[in-house]
């Protein structure tokens, strides 16, 4: 083959016009923001609703579309089933199918409505950490087909489907298929998450130091399986706290991050290693071992109590999040300081370390990503909200403050797994 038009053929790959190819398309597709907004729609979509697309575009697709009085809904529910359902795929990332329904469209001409009957596919489309970034519906206009059908008086919905064409037939299919794709999906998140319970340990007990942990899977079933914390103590008495999160977000993260997680614990108390040489002997060790995968991980070594109750913390960060300290007075602020790279890339270079002191009555804050990471909002104002917030807490057990930092900060459930740690030093007379 000429290389010149092999490469030529490569750049034509390239530089597919997809907007062209969507707006090809046979099959009837809309594009939607996860909150609901239209972002596109193939001309076969406008066809089918009759809708030119400066009516539809850059709208809420419930004033795009107003829900007619044939799906007007009941007092106890606030928007149609179709609606629902682009929302439950928008929170779940699951794709949904739903069977004929009745979905009036307004007749601008007249202002009366139509009546029309849909079969509709949602499906989500997810980025590389398994967010939701869009949401595509087909929809098959089955009116035909359902006027030629039984209809039960009782919800106005078709009584017997057995002669319906083959358009619903297939959907009838797609939508089992997506059942257990779901079922099968759910028994992964739950091993995963049976995993990962079962490799994070309570924290020890340690005289004038209080440790409480929590984990809180995603909200989100998409994301599960690489975040986790630890804590132990080494042989000359030190205090070693760390989190870390594995990439991924299956059962092969949580496998993982079980295997990292085992093997830094190791090797930071056999060396009784500092918290920098602890990462770059678990980077030599799990490359060595093959390994494979990244995560980023922050290690911190609390000392033993100082005459005055102070106790200093060494800490080193493997690209993660730094650490917030929040002070007996009750004010908070992060521990500034370098990071070094990831677990996993192999670089080579020592990985930078810094000092801070606690006193008593001094939290020191340990989290993950799920933690403070919010979609459009850059991760420093996240992190500033996130020390006004552990400041503005009133003063609690280390228990209390992290229940309290996860309501505040995750009320309705994290988009990612969320993994946190606080380290209390004890005031006399405390306990």
Do not use: C
């Not at 990985?351 to 403070?372: F, I, M, N």
């Not at 006004?388 to 900060?409: F, H, I, N, S, Y």
Request: glycine letters at 10%.
């Amino acid at each position: 083959m000429d290389p010149d038009q092999s490469r030529d053929d490569h750049d034509s790959v390239r530089t597919i016009d997809y907007h062209a190819v969507f707006g090809a398309l046979s099959s009837a597709k809309l594009v939607l923001s996860p909150d609901l907004v239209v972002l596109d729609a193939n001309d076969a979509f406008l066809d089918s609703v009759g809708r030119p697309g400066n009516a539809v575009l850059g709208r809420h697709v419930l004033d795009a579309f107003p829900v007619p009085p044939t799906t007007a809904p009941e007092a106890s529910v606030t928007e149609p089933p179709v609606v629902e359902s682009l929302r439950r795929v928008a929170r779940t990332g699951r794709p949904e199918v739903m069977g004929p329904h009745r979905y009036d469209l307004r007749d601008e001409a007249s202002g009366g409505w139509q009546e029309r009957w849909w079969i509709t596919t949602h499906v989500p489309v997810l980025d590389a950490a398994g967010r939701v970034t869009h949401l595509v519906e087909r929809v098959e206009d089955v009116t035909d087909i359902v006027a030629a059908q039984p209809v039960d008086a009782g919800d106005g919905h078709p009584q017997a489907l057995d002669g319906l064409p083959e358009v619903v037939e297939h959907a009838m299919a797609v939508s089992s298929t997506l059942e257990r794709f779901s079922a099968a999906f759910q028994r992964e998140r739950a091993a995963a998450i049976e995993l990962q319970e079962s490799i994070l340990t309570a924290p020890p007990r340690v005289p004038g130091l209080t440790l409480a942990v929590r984990y809180r899977p995603a909200a989100r079933e998409v994301r599960v399986g690489g975040d986790w914390y630890d804590a132990f103590t080494t042989p000359d008495g030190a205090t070693v706290v760390v989190v870390g999160d594995a990439t991924g977000h299956d059962i092969r993260a949580a496998a993982h991050m079980g295997q990292l997680r085992g093997t830094l614990r190791s090797v930071a108390y056999a060396h009784d290693a500092s918290p920098g040489g602890a990462l770059d002997l678990t980077d030599r060790t799990a490359l060595g071992l093959g390994l494979d995968g990244t995560a980023t991980v922050l290690v911190a070594r609390i000392g033993a109590a100082a005459d005055d109750g102070t106790r200093s913390v060494t800490w080193s960060s493997a690209g993660h999040p730094p650490p917030v300290v929040r002070r007996a007075d009750g004010t908070a602020a992060l521990l500034a300081g370098r990071t070094g790279a990831l677990l996993g890339l192999g670089f080579g270079a020592p990985r930078p370390e810094h000092d801070a002191t606690l006193h008593p009555g001094d939290v020191l804050l340990l989290y993950t990503d799920g933690l403070v990471e919010r979609r459009d909002v850059p991760l420093r104002a996240s992190l500033d909200d996130l020390v006004a917030v552990v400041g503005a807490l009133p003063g609690r057990t280390a228990d209390e403050l992290l229940e309290a930092a996860l309501d505040a900060l995750v009320p309705a459930g994290a988009e990612d797994d969320v993994a946190i740690l606080a380290v209390r030093v004890d005031r006399p007379g405390d306990g």
